[in-house]
Structures are given as structure tokens and as C-alpha cells.
């Protein structure tokens, strides 16, 4: 984390966990400004911010929280997503210990502008030490007259409660996290209805990521043109990029949006270990397909890669070298959705758990050529036909592998070894 | 009301339907697992997936609502590779024991899989592997390998029981349905878990390993268990009774009715059956004599009892008889004609109150257990327990010299000394019923008669609901339907009661008692009709309410 620049990032360095720190940093104002703002003229700077969901989906915040019924008769809920769980996502974890109250800021102006007086931040189980972090610093806001009753010593009133999950990928799913909330098994809603007509407790519900709400104050402070003009004509600002995998500098990094891949991979990941060429780089989490080496000249962000076939995702980007056993990296992938699938739909239960065993099997020499079309068939079986995305995120990198590394497990299923380059005269001469 | 038009058929249906309900009133039929028009809607299983126009992706028709201008098609290739592809996933673990599987002939896999799955199988992994053969509780049995998680049977129990007794557990390829730590499934509505289940992983205790399904027969009939009157179908097995312990009912099943049952019933009821060919029935007519009972003809026991009864009447003593609620309506007219006609007697009470107050609730089980007391009533019997205490007083006084009791065993209501004080000061007992009970012990005559399911004749529930019996097996030899007991026997009396079937006595029944009017066996169909008084049918109000109770 060498950066400086950026939105958050100086934020996390200057340790905003503590309101002393995040109050030098001109915190708090921008909760402030908001509240002297209209509901609706919030979410309209937020709009024309073109900030988007940085949960994966990357939904048009603004458009999203506009959906809740005006004057509804029930309660509104804000329910933060912190269940970061997404295999190369590692950014919401600094958020909620180092930037802390810049997402306590931004709750409490998305709180206002959706009409709710309740925000409930569902962390994963496994984030122990940062949910303590987090409970800490909702203790030291409530202390300050920053929550509760009126905050900001305004006629609002907000209550942030965080609840703990108990380890399952899939409650980062808006609707299996809100179940799970609701003190159910962990499984996602059929929809419509949308959280927004009908979430938490049946009652209208705004679900965002950690890092999306973290950005609203700063927006509000410095206005939407400011964060706009960082990104593109659909996709505003900055964001946090989670590089993994074989770069010399492994970390979390705050970009512009336009930023490419190549440039994040090596201006500010430091390259590749031994200047090994890259053989693959997946660009927003472990469910986004992979792009080839000659790819990465596309910023990393959610049109552009769409555009490609992959997904921005949750920025998470992992680079893997030449020397990557790509048919490896397809089994721990599969593997881990097939142990998250939540087994309430047919395709993603059955279709997960039977690619997993038949990558096992190529993996420990097993393998025969027509694993390699049957794979592709599964995942399109799976693939659009699902309950949640869920489905799709375990279809998606086997379609993906396939489709641009076909060649790397034609060559384990026909010679049990990775691709050598050498596989088109060697399959001639079989 | 919206247009739509599913595989080229255009029609309009009701706001709110969903494209699988919408596309049943076009006569298009969409395979489904987890869908049951009775429990919430989960999308789930996946196998209804059709293609719509203007949507990118395949959606469930089970459920998505209806839309104006919808076109669906349903058996695009997309959506038909898309459920072949569905029907193949389910099949990855599942153990294909058909052989050994009572679900077998009526299997949703084995049934979709010819109707559109016939794929060349792919998977060659090793299975994973669950519980087979739990008994999860006093009538039902789970093989969770071969469960396909559709979910029903656990909406069944959240939505239709209120029992929760079961749980999908762990997650993926590993979930499983089981019951939760320490609970059984034993609800008094346990057993619909098994006909709702489409496949073989529920399966009833009963007819376990009994017979093959395709060796079964199904008439439809009217559960005798309660005032409720539920619809099922008696399914038999008359070519292969020795394969299950010479029953020849193989096993119960609810049928659906909305206006009664919705598509369910109690396990009392649907175990109810077991009299039916129990060592207890009576086979020929019987006559004590030296304190043992003897078997006699028909023709000779219908003179010995009419005898009996021409003594009293010539020695101007009483005749009385205890009816009963479990007869049906056309049995009880035939019984009323006997009692007025050549008894003259009016006052004749049909009920017999339990010392133990029977189990009920809300939803099917009433606590009274007779499918006919409403019937018996509007027919002019008198339904008031206090009518046979009556009785029973008048025989302790010595007023009654010959008992005709039909079915009941009196120590059920009374205290033993009351029910032998007075059956002592009766001079003739005659017990009319299909089973030997420890009154009928006491009895001098006993004349047998059959089962419900051994006859046709109607029903009339506690709502006022008429509803068809049919004959699902003959009676058992030497066993007559009351009606025609009590035709032969008044023909002692030279009294001609011209019926020939069940339904020429409920044509009678139209004609004579105005509650009926309008009503013929063809007319009361599969689902009933409802009596009336004064000419209108009954009170609209009263129905609503059962419904509501019916359907949540
Ligand atoms: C399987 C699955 C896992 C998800 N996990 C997360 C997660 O850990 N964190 C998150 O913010 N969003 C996650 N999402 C996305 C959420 O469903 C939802 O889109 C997001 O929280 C909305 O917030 P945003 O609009 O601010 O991105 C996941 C989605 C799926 C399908
Ligand atoms: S797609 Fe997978 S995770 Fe999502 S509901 Fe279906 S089984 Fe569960
Ligand atoms: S459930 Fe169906 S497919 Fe499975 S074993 Fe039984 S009959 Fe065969
Ligand atoms: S046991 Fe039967 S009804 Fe229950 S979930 Fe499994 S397949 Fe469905
Ligand atoms: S019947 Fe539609 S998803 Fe199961």
C-alpha cells in the first residue's frame, strides 16, 4: 500500500477507525451536508456520480436506492454487504478497519435518503478481529452523537447494528444474506420481488457493498461531477483494485476506473515475479473468465470487460504466470463453488459437484478428451438457468477457461501434462 | 385479462396466473418437480424452464406471472435442451434403484425421463452417497439418495401441518432432507408427505414391498373417518391379495377437492381401512345359540329375526332400533322406511357419544367420527347422543323387547354395567354391521353387513356436502349393503321397498326429502353438492368459512 493517492486509500493509512483521525480528515461533513439536502436530491448526486455497485454487479447506485416506495408504510432497512467472501477480493476488509467511519458516513447518508432508520453491516464469520474493529467505532460514533436518536444533533435518527454470518460464500448474495439475517438458512430468494419492494423482513431494503457506501460521502462532498469525470460516460470514480497471485507487489490499490489492466498489473503491482511472461489474468474475482496475456490493454472496468466476455467484478485480479497449471486452477476454482453452492436449485447443486469430480479425475490423470465437451455442456447447463447467480459464477470460468484455454486440458486429458506448445503436431500425430 | 399465447395457442387467463397454471388451461401440460398447487411457490427444481420471448434467459414457468402479450414457448429447443439438461442433473446421484423402488410406475424420473429426457448418460463419477431406508416416522420411510430436494414435503409440513418436522441439511450436492435432530415426522396429516413426494425417496410403511402400482385399481370414494368426509381413491389390489397379507385394499389416496379436502388427508383416515378385511369381519349370519354363535343362511337368519320381531309387534312391545351415522344416506332411508313402515316407529337416534373425546383440530379432523350424522339428520334421525342415552334407559326399565342395533359397540359411550344392565332387560338383541365387536357379542342375531367400500350411496358431511361412494371391491361373500338388508327383511313383513340399486333409493331420497332436491348421482360428479333448506342451498356463509379452513 504504497499510494497516497486516491479517495480511501488515505484514508486507510491514516487509520480512520478513529474519529479523531477521520474528523482531521474533514469527516462527518459531508453526513452533515446531506442532511441539510433533500432525500431525493441525494440520491440524485449519487446518480449522476455514476457510481456503481463495487459488490460485482456493478448496479447504478442511485438508480437502486430510487426504487423504494416513497412514504411506505413499513419500515425501510439499509443492510451493508460485508460478507466479502468472492476468492481475490480482499478490499471491503480494509475498508471496515482502517476507513471505518468514512462507511459509518456513508450509511448514514444512504440511511437518509432511502428513509431508513435501521442499517444492519452482515460481515462474514470469519472477519473476527475486524468485526471488533467495526463494533468499535459504531460505539465511539454512537458516543459522539454521530448515531442514534439525532444524529449529527439533526431530527434523524439511525441505529447500526453489525451481525455476524457464520461462513458461507453464498450469504454475500443480497437475498441469502437477507435470510440469513432473518435467522434462516442461507438461501437466495426467487425474484422479483427486488429487496428494494421487498427485502428484509418483507419490508423494503437497500442492500450495497462496503465499498460502494464508503464512496458517498465524497461524493456528496465534492459533488458528482468530481467523482464522474475520474471514470467513464457509465462509470464513475475510483476504485479499489485487489491484485493476487504472481506480481511482485501483491496488494490493494485506488484507481480510476480507466485505468487497464497492464498498467495495474505492472505499473503498480510491481510485474511479474523472474519477468516470467503472464499466461492468464482474471479480472474481477475468482467467477469472472480469464483473459490471455495479449488482452489486458482494456481498463478494468465493467462496460469494457463486459465488452470482452468477462466481468469487472469485485475487482479482484489475480495474474497467473506461464508456469500456471491452468486445469489446476479451474478444479480449486470449481471446487470452491461446488462446496458454496447453496444445493436449493437442480443445475448449480448437481452441475458443480460433477464438474468438480471430473476436473479431480483429469487432475489426477484421469482424464479423457470428451471430459473437456462434456465440462462445456454442464456449464451451460447451469449457466442462465439458476436461481442466483451463484449458478452462473461457477459456469462462467469453465465456459471461460474453455473458451480462450481449450488447449490447456485438451493436453491433460490426451498426455496428463500442461500445454507445451507443442500440442498441435503432437495431436496430428496421434 | 391478460393475452398470451403458449405454443402458438392464444388465450386469456386471470391476472396473476402463473405460465405453468395458464398453460394447463391451454391443455399444455409443463413437467415439475418442486411446483404443487397446494404449497408456496419456490422455483426450485428448475424442470418447468420455458422460453419467452423478449427474455434473455430461460425463466420457470412455475413461477412467472402471466403478462399481457406474452409468448412463451414451451417446447422450443432451448427450453426442451434446458430440461433434458435439468432431468440429467437430477439423475447425477440419484441411485436408480427402480428395481427395488415402490415409487416405480409412478415416478416423475422414470416418467419425464422417457417423456424427454432419453439422453445418452455422461456421468461416469462415483455417487454420493446418503441415507437410505430411515424410518422418519410411524408411516413414512426416506431414502435420501433418492431424493431430488424438491422441497414439497418440507413446505408441506411448514405450510399445510404447521409441524416443521422436516429440513433441507448441508449444502450443494451434499444437501439432504431429513428430519430435524430429535423430531419425527408423526403429524396427523403425515403420510400426504408420500403422495406429494414425486419420486421414491418418501414412501408409506403400509404398502411397502406390497404391490407394484401397476397392479392396482382406483375407485374413487369418500374417506369414512369423519364428519369431514375427504375425497380419496381406494386403490386395490383384487388379482394379487396374497402379496399384501390378503388385504385386498393395497392402500388409501387423497383425491383433490377444493371444496373439502384440497389435496389432502389424515392419517387416521387414510389407515382407516384396515377393518376392511380384518379377521373380525362377519362372513355369514349368525344366531346364539347355548351361549355360541352359529352361522345360519340368509334366508333362514331374515326368518328367525323377523320372527323375533313379529312376536313383539303382536304382543304390542317395543321394537326399537339404534342407528347409525356410518351408513349411508340411502342405507338410512332404506332403515327410516323400515322403522315408520313396518315397525312404526318414528323416534330413532343414530349416536353414540365416546367416553373419550375423540382428537380434532382445525383443519381436516373433526370429532365426529361419522361420515354421515349431517345425512342422518336431514333424513329425520334423531343426531342427539341424548336420543340413545334415552334408549338405553327405556331398555334398563324392561320397555324395550327387541334391540335392533346397527354397527355400534356401546361400551365405546357407556360404562360396561350400564350397556349389560340394560342390553339384559332386552329380550332380542340383532346387531346389523360388517365387524364383530363386543356388542355384537351380547347379541342374540347378527347380521352382516359390508364396508363403504364394498357398496355405492352417498354421504352428506358436516357442511351439508352429498358426496359419492363407489364399490372399489365386492362385498365380501355373504355381507349385503344395509339398504338391502332391510329391503329382504321387509319383504318378511310384506313390504315392498322397490330397489334394485343404491340408486334407486337416493332417487327416492330426491323425491321424498326436499334437502336433496336437484340432486342424482351423475349430478353430484366428483366433488358433491351442497343440500338446502327451504329450497336454497345451504348457507353460502357456512361453506366459505370451510373453505378458508381448508385452504391455508
Ligand atoms: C454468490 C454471490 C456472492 C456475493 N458476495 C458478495 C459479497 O461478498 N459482497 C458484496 O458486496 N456483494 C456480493 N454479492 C453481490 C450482492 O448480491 C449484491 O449485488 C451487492 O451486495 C449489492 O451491492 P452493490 O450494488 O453496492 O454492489 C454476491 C453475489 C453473489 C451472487
Ligand atoms: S444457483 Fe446455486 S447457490 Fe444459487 S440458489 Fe441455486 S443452488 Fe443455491
Ligand atoms: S425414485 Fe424413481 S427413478 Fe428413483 S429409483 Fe425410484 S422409481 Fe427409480
Ligand atoms: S423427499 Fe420427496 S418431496 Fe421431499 S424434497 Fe425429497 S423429493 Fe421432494
Ligand atoms: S416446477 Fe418450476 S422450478 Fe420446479
Redesign the pocket.
Known amino acids: 500500500m504504497a499510494e497516497t493517492q486516491g479517495i480511501l486509500m488515505p484514508l486507510i493509512q491514516s487509520e480512520c477507525q478513529i474519529l479523531k483521525n477521520y474528523r482531521d480528515r474533514g469527516g462527518y461533513e459531508a453526513a452533515k451536508k446531506a442532511l441539510s439536502m433533500t432525500p431525493d436530491e441525494v440520491i440524485q448526486e449519487v446518480q449522476s456520480s455514476n457510481l456503481r455497485g463495487l459488490g460485482g454487479a456493478g448496479f447504478p447506485t442511485g438508480r437502486k436506492w430510487a426504487f423504494v416506495p416513497k412514504n411506505s408504510s413499513k419500515p425501510v432497512y439499509l443492510v451493508v454487504n460485508c460478507d466479502e467472501s468472492e476468492p481475490g477480493t480482499f478490499k471491503d476488509k480494509y475498508i471496515i478497519t482502517r476507513a471505518t467511519h468514512a462507511l459509518i458516513e456513508g450509511i448514514i447518508i444512504a440511511s437518509y435518503a432511502i428513509g431508513a432508520h435501521t442499517a444492519y453491516i452482515y460481515i462474514r464469520g470469519e472477519y473476527v478481529r475486524q468485526a471488533e474493529v467495526l463494533e468499535q467505532a459504531i460505539q465511539e460514533a454512537y458516543d459522539n452523537g454521530i448515531l442514534g436518536k439525532k444524529v449529527l444533533g439533526k431530527k434523524f435518527s439511525l441505529d447500526v447494528y453489525v451481525h455476524r454470518g457464520a461462513g458461507a460464500y453464498i450469504c454475500g448474495e443480497e437475498t441469502a444474506l437477507l435470510e440469513s439475517l432473518e435467522g434462516k438458512k442461507g438461501w437466495p430468494r426467487m425474484k422479483p420481488p427486488f429487496p428494494a419492494i421487498e427485502g428484509l423482513f418483507r419490508c423494503p431494503t437497500i442492500v450495497n457493498n462496503v465499498e460502494t457506501l464508503a464512496y458517498v460521502p465524497f461524493i456528496i462532498k465534492n459533488g458528482a461531477r468530481w467523482f464522474a469525470e475520474m471514470g467513464t460516460e457509465r462509470s464513475g470514480g475510483m476504485r479499489l483494485y485487489c491484485v493476487s497471485g504472481h506480481v511482485n507487489k501483491p496488494g490493494v490499490y485506488e484507481l480510476p476506473v480507466t485505468t487497464t489492466l497492464r498498467e495495474i498489473i505492472y505499473e503498480h503491482a510491481g510485474g511479474v515475479p523472474g519477468n516470467k511472461k503472464i499466461k492468464a489474468v482474471v479480472p474481477g474475482g475468482s467467477s469472472s473468465p480469464p483473459l490471455r496475456a495479449d488482452e489486458l490493454d482494456v481498463a478494468a472496468e465493467f462496460d469494457a470487460l463486459m465488452k470482452l466476455g468477462t466481468m469487472a467484478g469485485s475487482g479482484g485480479i489475480i495474474v497467473m504466470d506461464e508456469d500456471t497449471c491452468l486445469l489446476e486452477i479451474l478444479t480449486v476454482t470449481t471446487h470452491f463453488y461446488h462446496h458454496e453452492s447453496c444445493g436449493q436449485c437442480t443445475p448449480c447443486r448437481e452441475g458443480t459437484g460433477w464438474m468438480d469430480k471430473i476436473l479431480n479425475r483429469m487432475l489426477s490423470g484421469e482424464g479423457r478428451i470428451e471430459d473437456v465437451d462434456h465440462l462445456e455442456e454442464i456449464a451451460s447447463g447451469i449457466m442462465g438457468n439458476t436461481i442466483c447467480p451463484l449458478g452462473d459464477a461457477a459456469a462462467m470460468p469453465v465456459l471461460g477457461y474453455l473458451k480462450r484455454f481449450r488447449e490447456e486440458f485438451e493436453s491433460h486429458a490426451l498426455y496428463k501434462k500442461c500445454f507445451d506448445g507443442e500440442f498441435a503436431e503432437l495431436k496430428a500425430a496421434s | 385479462m391478460p393475452t398470451i399465447t403458449i405454443d402458438g395457442k392464444q388465450l386469456t387467463v386471470d391476472e396473476g396466473k402463473t405460465v405453468i397454471q395458464a398453460a394447463e388451461e391451454a391443455g399444455i401440460y409443463i413437467p415439475r418437480y418442486c411446483y404443487h398447487p397446494g404449497l408456496r411457490i419456490v422455483g426450485q427444481c428448475r424442470i418447468c424452464l420455458v422460453e419467452i420471448e423478449k427474455m434473455p434467459k430461460l425463466q420457470v414457468a412455475c413461477y412467472t406471472r402471466v403478462q399481457d402479450g406474452m409468448v412463451v414457448h414451451v417446447n422450443s429447443e432451448k427450453a426442451k435442451r434446458a430440461r433434458q439438461q435439468v432431468l440429467e442433473f437430477l439423475?447425477v446421484n440419484?441411485?436408480?434403484?427402480?428395481p427395488?423402488?415402490?415409487?416405480?410406475?409412478e415416478?416423475?424420473?422414470?416418467e419425464y425421463?422417457m417423456q424427454f429426457g432419453l439422453y445418452d448418460p455422461k456421468m461416469v463419477e462415483d455417487k454420493n452417497k446418503k441415507h437410505k431406508a430411515v424410518p422418519v416416522g410411524p408411516h413414512v420411510v426416506l431414502d435420501s439418495e433418492?431424493c431430488i430436494l424438491c422441497t414439497r414435503c418440507v413446505r408441506f409440513c411448514d405450510e399445510i401441518s404447521k409441524t416443521s418436522e422436516l429440513g433441507v441439511f448441508h449444502r450443494g450436492d451434499h444437501a439432504e432432507l431429513l428430519p430435524y435432530p430429535g423430531r419425527t415426522l408423526d403429524n396427523p396429516y403425515s403420510a400426504n408427505v408420500v403422495d406429494i413426494c414425486p419420486?421414491?425417496?418418501l414412501t408409506e410403511r403400509d404398502f411397502r414391498f406390497k404391490v407394484r402400482v401397476w397392479y392396482l385399481d382406483e375407485t374413487k370414494s369418500v374417506c369414512p373417518g369423519c364428519a369431514t368426509g375427504c375425497n380419496i381413491e381406494i386403490h386395490t389390489s383384487k388379482a394379487r391379495p396374497y402379496k399384501n397379507e390378503g388385504r385386498r385394499i393395497a392402500r388409501l389416496k387423497p383425491r383433490y377437492n377444493p371444496d373439502v379436502n384440497d389435496y389432502w388427508i389424515c392419517d387416521y383416515g387414510r389407515y382407516g381401512f384396515l377393518f376392511v378385511d380384518d379377521d373380525s369381519r362377519i362372513e355369514q349370519p349368525l344366531v346364539k345359540q347355548n351361549g355360541e354363535f352359529q352361522e345360519l343362511s340368509w334366508d333362514d337368519a331374515l326368518q328367525m329375526v323377523s320372527g323375533v320381531i313379529n312376536t313383539a309387534l303382536e304382543n304390542g312391545k317395543a321394537v326399537r332400533i339404534l342407528g347409525s351415522a356410518q351408513m349411508t344416506n340411502e342405507d338410512l332411508y332404506a332403515l327410516k322406511r323400515f322403522g315408520n313402515e313396518v315397525l312404526e316407529t318414528h323416534d330413532i337416534p343414530v349416536t353414540v357419544k365416546p367416553l373419550e373425546k375423540p382428537y380434532s383440530d382445525d383443519f381436516l379432523i373433526r370429532e365426529d367420527k361419522n361420515p354421515n350424522t349431517r345425512g342422518a339428520a336431514l333424513l329425520g334421525f334423531d343426531t342427539e347422543p341424548a336420543a340413545t342415552e334415552k334408549l338405553l334407559t327405556a331398555c334398563r326399565n324392561g320397555e324395550v323387547y327387541t334391540l335392533i342395533i346397527f354397527h355400534h359397540d356401546l361400551f365405546k359411550g357407556f360404562a360396561e354395567d350400564e350397556v349389560k344392565a340394560a342390553l339384559d332387560k332386552v329380550d332380542s338383541v340383532i346387531f346389523v354391521g360388517s365387524n364383530l365387536n363386543p356388542t355384537a357379542e351380547l347379541a342374540s342375531y347378527v347380521l352382516p353387513s359390508c364396508t363403504w367400500a364394498e357398496k355405492d350411496g352417498t354421504f352428506t358431511n358436516y357442511a351439508g356436502r352429498v358426496q359419492k361412494i363407489n364399490e372399489a371391491i365386492e362385498p365380501l361373500e355373504g355381507s349385503l349393503p344395509e339398504w338391502k338388508i332391510l329391503r329382504r327383511l321387509a319383504r318378511q313383513f310384506d313390504h315392498t321397498f322397490a330397489y334394485f340399486e343404491a340408486e334407486d333409493v337416493f332417487r327416492d331420497i330426491v323425491k321424498k326429502v326436499p334437502a336433496f332436491t336437484g340432486m342424482s348421482y351423475r349430478a353430484l360428479g366428483d366433488r358433491g353438492m351442497l343440500v338446502s333448506e327451504n329450497g336454497r342451498s345451504v348457507q353460502q356463509a357456512e361453506v366459505k368459512e370451510e373453505l378458508t379452513v381448508v385452504s391455508k
Open positions: 439423475l440419484h441411485p436408480i434403484d427402480c427395488v423402488c415402490d415409487q416405480a410406475g415416478c416423475y424420473l422414470q425421463y433418492r419420486v421414491g425417496a
